[in-house]
C-alpha cells in the first residue's frame, strides 16, 4: 500500500499552466502504475495520464494530450503533472491513483483499476 497527496492546485486563467505533485509515502517501485485523474460533481472520475514506473510508458486521454505531461524521477517519491494552455474545461478535482501492477489501456478509462487514491488539489481556469 501506498499513501498519496496531491498538491500544487489553484485557480489561472486560460492559456496559463499550473504544474501538480503527488506526493507518495514511499518511491514506487517498477511494478506500479500512477496515474492523474480529475472529476467534477455529477461526472464519473476521468483518467487523465498514466505512467508505468518499470517502462516509462506514458498514456494521455485525449482531451489533454499535447497539454499535459506525467512524470515521475526515477527512486523519488513524487509523481508531477504539467499543465499548459489551460482551459475552462480543464476545471475540476484532480486525484492521483496508484496501483501495484503495470499499466494496462484500462488504467486509464475505468478509475476502479487502481487500488490508491490521494484527497486531491482543485483546479479552477477561469476565461
Known amino acids: 500500500q501506498v499513501t498519496l497527496a496531491e498538491s500544487g492546485g489553484g485557480s489561472v486563467q486560460a492559456g496559463g499552466s499550473l504544474k501538480l505533485s503527488c506526493a507518495t509515502s514511499k518511491a514506487p517501485y517498477r511494478q506500479y502504475c500512477l496515474g492523474w485523474f480529475r472529476e467534477v460533481p455529477g461526472k464519473e472520475r476521468e483518467g487523465i495520464a498514466s505512467i508505468f514506473i518499470g517502462g516509462r510508458n506514458t498514456e494521455y486521454a485525449d482531451s489533454v494530450k499535447g497539454r499535459f505531461t506525467i512524470s515521475q524521477v526515477n527512486g523519488q517519491k513524487t509523481l508531477y503533472l504539467q499543465m499548459s494552455d489551460l482551459k475552462p474545461e480543464d476545471s475540476a478535482m484532480y486525484y492521483c491513483?496508484?496501483?501495484?501492477?503495470?499499466?494496462?489501456?484500462?488504467?486509464?478509462?475505468?478509475?476502479?483499476?487502481?487500488?490508491?487514491w490521494g484527497k486531491g488539489t482543485l483546479v479552477t481556469v477561469f476565461s
Open positions: 491513483g496508484a496501483d501495484p501492477e503495470r499499466c494496462l489501456h484500462e488504467h486509464l478509462t475505468d478509475a476502479n483499476f487502481m487500488d490508491n
